[in-house]
C-alpha cells in the first residue's frame, strides 16, 4: 500500500492514466521519470500529477516562455528549443539558455539536421532529447551518433510498432513515446519498448466546463 496524502483545495488536479506507472521510467541526474505531460499551459503543469513536463509549442522557440514554464513547475521540464522553424545556431543558442534557466532536457524537432544536434551536444550538459517520426535504422543510428539522449516517438497511431522496431534494432535505446488516446494505447506503447511515455491532457476549456457544471448542479434556489 502507498499512502496517499491530498490538501482540501489541491486534491482537483489533472491526473495522468494509471496505466503511465506501469513504464520502467528514466532517471535523470537521479529522478526517476516515467509520466510525461505535453503541456505549455501553466495551470495545468501546476495542478499535474505528471513526474515532468515536455514543452514543445508550434512557434519559433523564446527564452521567455521557456523561463515562465521552468519557475512554474514544480518537477522538471524538458524545454523545446527547435530544429523545425528553429533551427542552426539559433537553436544551439536556444538550448544553452534553456540549461541555464533551470531545463531539465532539450526537446529537438524531427526535422532538425544533426549537426545541429552534434552542436547543442558539444556544448550541454542535459540530455537531448530528439522527436522520430519512423523507425529508420539508418536514420537513428544518425541522430545517437551526433548526440541523442533520448529518443522521443511521436508517429500517430503507428507508435506502438515503431517503438518495438526501434527497440528491437537498438535494445540499449532510452525510449520516450506518446501514450495515444486511451488506456489501451498506452499499454501497448510500453509493452513495446517506451521507458516513459508523454501524455496530452484534456485542454483548459474542457476542464473549466466540467467545474462550472459542477457549480451550476450545486447552485439551490431559494
Excluded at 4 to 22: A, Y
Excluded at 74 to 87: A, H, M, Q, Y
Excluded at 117 to 131: G, N, R, W
Excluded at 166 to 174: H, V
Aim: hydrophobic fraction near 45%.
Amino acid at each position: 500500500m502507498i499512502p496517499e496524502i491530498n490538501g482540501k483545495l489541491r486534491c482537483h488536479m489533472v491526473r495522468v492514466p494509471d496505466e503511465l506507472w506501469q513504464a520502467s521510467g528514466i532517471k535523470i541526474f537521479g529522478t526517476l521519470i516515467k509520466a510525461v505531460v505535453f503541456s505549455t499551459d501553466i495551470a495545468i503543469i501546476r495542478n499535474s500529477n505528471a513526474d515532468a513536463v515536455i514543452a514543445v509549442y508550434p512557434f519559433t522557440a523564446q527564452s521567455k516562455i521557456s523561463e515562465a514554464i521552468i519557475a512554474a513547475a514544480e518537477v522538471p521540464v524538458f524545454v523545446g528549443v527547435g530544429g523545425g522553424i528553429t533551427t542552426g545556431q539559433r537553436a544551439v543558442n536556444m538550448a544553452f539558455q534553456a540549461e541555464n534557466q533551470g531545463a531539465r532536457a532539450v526537446v529537438l524537432n524531427a526535422p532538425t539536421k544533426n549537426s545541429v544536434i552534434k552542436a547543442i551536444y558539444e556544448i550541454i550538459d542535459i540530455p537531448i532529447i530528439v522527436t522520430v517520426l519512423t523507425s529508420n535504422t539508418k536514420t537513428i543510428q544518425e541522430r545517437l551518433e551526433a548526440g541523442a539522449t533520448i529518443l522521443n516517438v511521436s508517429a500517430a497511431e503507428k507508435t506502438p510498432q515503431v517503438v518495438k522496431q526501434i527497440r528491437t534494432a537498438f535494445p540499449e535505446a532510452t525510449i520516450m513515446a506518446t501514450g495515444g488516446p486511451s488506456s489501451e494505447t498506452i499499454k501497448k506503447t510500453i509493452d513495446a519498448g517506451a521507458n516513459a511515455i508523454t501524455w496530452t491532457p484534456p485542454p483548459n476549456s474542457q476542464l473549466t466546463k466540467g467545474v462550472m457544471r459542477h457549480c451550476r448542479e450545486g447552485i439551490v434556489e431559494t
